[in-house]
């Protein structure tokens, strides 16, 4: 993911992807649906749609497209969408200095809910705040099969539960490994894997780099962003 501006055109479904760095996506014109890991959302002129590392995505544009203006952030972000009282401001600043756009970025953002639209945003949800969630007890309470669950899911998503579930708690990991010094056994138990051989399999999946790497690369990668401040 390169900073700057992009212009989808629609109708279009960019397929489900994902992209090693934090990041910002600004609407300025239009607007789509995202459906990812941190759930769906329809947004327009705006709002700010945000991602961690890796996060995955599937976009889908309508006919009148839209207008993005993508912005590195140095942090990962803790929610998914958010609103921007001034875009312009950001936009004047991007065109020079990136970094000062970001800040300006952070100063403004406020969070905005996202709203579950029907019972796999529902699940998504669930499963963000437990990854440890039984599908099949939650296909009963729902009071639907496991194949409609799959299959249902599967349409919004583009992925199954289990693999969206396996993704969730392999970001909730690379997130505690980047951000504390907590033992990677620790963090293996923290975030219900087997083991610690099980985490460093599904890091090294998502990232291409085993925990340990993981965590030596960014911790450097924060010392050079905090300098910057």
Not at 22 to 49: C, D, F, K, N, P
Not at 200 to 223: C, F, H, I, K, Y
Request: charged share 25%.
């Amino acid at each position: 993911m390169i900073d700057g501006r992009q212009t989808w055109s629609g109708p279009r479904t960019v397929p489900r992807h994902r992209h090693p760095e934090a990041y910002a996506a600004l609407i300025l014109a239009g607007g789509y649906e995202e459906s990812g890991t941190h759930g769906r959302y329809h947004v327009r002129a705006g709002q700010v749609l945000l991602h961690r590392p890796f996060d995955a995505h599937v976009n889908r544009f309508p006919s009148g497209g839209a207008h993005i203006l993508n912005i590195k952030l140095r942090t990962s972000p803790s929610f998914g969408s958010g609103r921007i009282g001034d875009p312009d401001a950001i936009v004047r600043l991007a065109e020079t200095d990136l970094a000062a756009a970001e800040q300006e970025l952070q100063a403004q953002l406020r969070p905005d809910a996202g709203h579950p639209l029907d019972w796999p945003d529902v699940l998504a949800r669930d499963l963000l705040a437990d990854p440890q969630l039984r599908l099949e007890a939650w296909a009963a309470r729902h009071r639907l099969t496991t194949e409609t669950l799959s299959r249902g899911f599967g349409k919004v998503f583009c992925t199954s539960p289990r693999t969206f579930r396996a993704e969730v708690r392999a970001l909730r990991a690379l997130g505690l490994i980047a951000e504390s010094s907590t033992p990677l056994v620790a963090i293996a138990s923290q975030t219900g894997f087997a083991d610690q051989a099980h985490m460093t399999r599904a890091v090294r999946q998502l990232t291409g780099q085993p925990p340990g790497e993981w965590r030596g690369v960014n911790s450097v990668q924060d010392v050079r962003a905090r300098r910057r401040l």
